[in-house]
Nanobody, 114 residues
């Protein structure tokens, strides 16, 4: 199982980024997928989940209305559109399946700063 995250970077508050997670080594279309983030000194937290078909999504209140998760089961990929970014969104972002696989990708750094 492998996850490769990309698309992070340094952006100003209020701007947008689109993250991409390429998954391999399992039957992607059968699993829910979740984006997580981990800020320095904090625990890893889930920020968006999508069902295997892509029909349903869930978000914590901290990102609801700003982040949008989507997936393409033909490409084994999951995406995170992040809008109206805030400094508190600064973190390393990861993806994984539900239930979790023990292997994690390297993540992609998102830094929101003026």
């Amino acid at each position: 199982v492998q996850f490769v995250e990309s698309g992070g970077g340094l952006v100003q508050p209020g701007r947008s980024l689109r993250l991409v997670c390429a998954a391999s080594g399992f039957t992607f279309s059968r699993y829910e997928m979740t984006w997580y983030r981990q800020a320095p000194g904090k625990e890893r937290e889930a920020v968006a989940t999508i069902t295997s078909s892509g029909s349903f999504t869930t978000y914590p209140s901290s990102v609801k209305g700003r982040f949008i998760i989507s997936r393409d089961n033909t490409k084994d990929a999951v995406y995170l559109q992040m809008n109206s970014l805030k400094p508190e969104d600064t973190a390393v972002y990861y993806c994984n399946a539900r239930p979790l696989f023990p292997s994690w990708g390297q993540g992609t750094q998102v830094t929101v700063s003026s």
